[in-house]
């Protein structure tokens, strides 16, 4: 069994062991067991890298162990305060950044190499904060999002050669404080992307900001200013250009993704509040609108319906392979409905209670309401379920295409295929 989570010790003599479950509880075998009083002398905290490597802080420094002997794979004598609440895996990478506190000089970031231990970046004496990341394995990169005081940053970080390759200043964001800098903090700060343009400009939406940065050095090709927080930011490969929406405008905003100027054709007027915009595998833009939801030709900037769907409190809109999801949410009045690929409604289902989540699968539209959850049929709208599925309180979902089910995180409960009539 991997040893994964965090320990803390308040003695000065530790001896550290890795057990093998072999049945029940009580039966146990210890599989090794490592002294690491002379290395570290009293261990803060312990966690385990994404290669298996357990990571070991302590008074003297931090330390990487072989997770299958408990031998020292690497020690380094000068990180020796290491933030236990820092420490933050890369996904899918034996990388990990935790911050670290010297005897002398301010607190600094870094990159660890967890199998050698080797440091591939240090924010040394800029005070730069990692707040999170982005991993794009198309463009062999990390986007680190990074503050330095109340400022935002963006740093590139090369899987090619596992340094940093730039970083560009997005300056003083409106309305931002300083707690953001918090190392605790890892909220993002981009609210839209990132994405990347046909020229392969990074894009990126940050409160009311667009930015298009050139992916090889950093550099701030143009930025664009909306009168308020942006709702959505999508790119379309087909028309080569950049739809945006703004919060609580009825204006659809389109942009040239290579200059930032404003391209919007008259036409695409909206007659209410956008509410999203998201693109479908057929390579629509997908608007979302108080008053309905359209498509988009992207080749013309056309509507490709007459008339947009209409459906009262509409508030969300799933694309699929079969048409289009849309989810009215309201106490009392919400709704389901299955729309296909002409805008024509196949049928339209009640639903009691608000609506907090919908997905599609293969069985049909999933959902949960704060009154009952089942799985409309795509045949007719009607209950796959012949009982509802009901919670005490509103559970945490995701959906896994891979597993094909659901999990509902709070409550521990998991609705799986094999549930479902076939």
């Known amino acids: ?110 990159i660890i190499h967890s199998s050698t231990g080797d440091v591939l970046y240090d924010t040394k004496d800029d005070n730069y904060r990692i707040k999170t990341y982005h991993l794009l394995p198309d463009q ?29 200043d997005l300056g003083v964001i409106k309305g931002l404080i300083s707690k953001l800098g918090n190392s605790t903090n890892r909220t993002s700060f981009i609210d839209q992307g990132p994405m990347f343009s046909k020229n392969g400009d990074i894009i990126v939406g940050v409160n009311e900001m667009a930015y298009a940065i050139d992916a090889n050095n950093g550099q701030i090709k143009w930025k664009y200013e909306a009168e308020k927080k942006l709702q959505a930011l999508v790119y379309s490969p087909q028309s080569n250009s950049l739809y945006m929406g703004v919060k609580k405008s009825n204006k659809l905003i389109v942009l040239d993704p290579a200059t930032g100027k404003d391209i919007t054709p008259g036409k695409l007027k909206l007659k209410g509040s956008l509410l999203d915009i998201t693109s479908d595998d057929r390579n629509n833009i997908v608007l979302v609108e108080t008053e309905g939801f359209n498509l988009i030709d992207p080749k013309t900037s056309d509507f490709l319906w007459n008339k947009s769907y209409k459906i009262e409190y509409l508030d969300e809109v799933i694309p699929f392979e079969k048409g289009y999801i849309a989810v009215a949410k309201d106490e009392k009045d919400g709704s389901i409905s299955y729309v296909d690929s002409n805008g024509k409604k196949i049928w339209d289902s009640k639903v009691k209670g608000y609506t907090y989540y919908a997905t599609t699968t293969p069985k049909g539209v999933l959902y949960i309401s704060t009154e009952r959850s089942n799985i409309l049929s795509y045949s007719d709208g009607k209950d796959v379920w012949d009982k509802d599925v009901k919670f005490k309180s509103i559970p945490a979902v995701t959906y896994d295409e891979a597993e094909k089910k659901s999990s509902c995180l709070k409550v521990e409960q998991a609705i799986s295929s094999t549930l479902l009539p076939a």
């Not at 298996?52 to 299958?68: W, Y």
């Not at 000068?78 to 895996?89: A, M």
């Not at 990388?95 to 870094?110: C, D, M, N, Q, W």
């Not at 990169?141 to 940093?164: A, C, G, R, V």
Request: hydrophobic share 45%; aromatic share 8%; with cysteine.
């Open 1 to 110: 069994m991997l040893l994964k989570n965090q320990l803390s010790y308040a003695t000065k003599f530790i001896v550290l062991c890795l057990i093998t479950m072999t049945g029940a509880l009580h039966a146990q075998t210890q599989t090794w067991s490592e002294d690491m009083t002379a290395s570290l002398a009293e261990v803060g905290w312990i966690e385990q890298a994404n290669d298996g490597i357990i990571i070991a802080a302590g008074a003297k420094g931090l330390m990487g162990l072989d997770n299958n002997t408990g031998k020292q794979v690497w020690m380094d004598k000068e990180l020796k305060g290491v933030i236990k609440e820092t420490y933050q895996n890369i996904d899918g990478l034996p990388l990990f950044y935790a911050e670290y506190s010297p005897i002398v000089g301010k607190t600094r970031g870094i």
């Open 140 to 168: 062999a990169m990390i986007l680190f999002e990074i503050t330095k005081d109340n400022t935002q940053l963006l740093m590139s970080f090369s899987l090619h050669t596992m340094t940093k390759t730039w970083v560009t």
